[in-house]
């Protein structure tokens, strides 16, 4: 059975750092490209960065140079290393894995004061 299980959201103030986390097991996780997901508030799911299996990455163009994302194959985990955190960044963070299907974590919120 699949699991995605994100960790380390919270609260923060702007201009913090959090680094999120995202467990993975019941599948092949080295063959997948992982990506994070934000849905703020009464917006639409918006992809936030993803890693492909070889490790190449990519980032929405509103973002870069404040998130980070990696993985670890031998821990079958993904990360978000999110800096410089703006109230704008608020929103539910979810995990999710693709290859021939796509699965998704629970999410994880985020919540950055002004």
């Known amino acids: 059975q699949v699991h995605l299980v994100e960790s380390g959201g919270g609260l923060v103030q702007a201009g913090g750092s959090l680094r999120l986390s995202c467990a993975a097991s019941?599948?092949?996780?080295?063959?997948?490209?992982m990506d994070w997901y934000r849905q703020a508030p009464g917006k639409q799911r918006e992809l936030v960065a993803r890693?492909?299996?070889?490790?190449?990455?990519d980032y929405a163009d509103s973002l870069k140079g404040r998130f980070t994302i990696s993985r670890d194959n031998a821990k079958k985990t993904v990360y978000l290393q999110m800096n410089s955190l703006k109230p704008e960044d608020t929103a539910v963070y979810y995990c999710?894995?693709?290859?021939?299907?796509?699965?998704w974590g629970q999410g994880t919120q985020v919540t950055v004061s002004s």
């Open positions: 999710s894995a693709v290859s021939s299907f796509r699965y």
């Open positions: 019941g599948f092949t996780f080295d063959y997948y490209t």
């Open positions: 890693i492909t299996s070889g490790g190449t990455t």
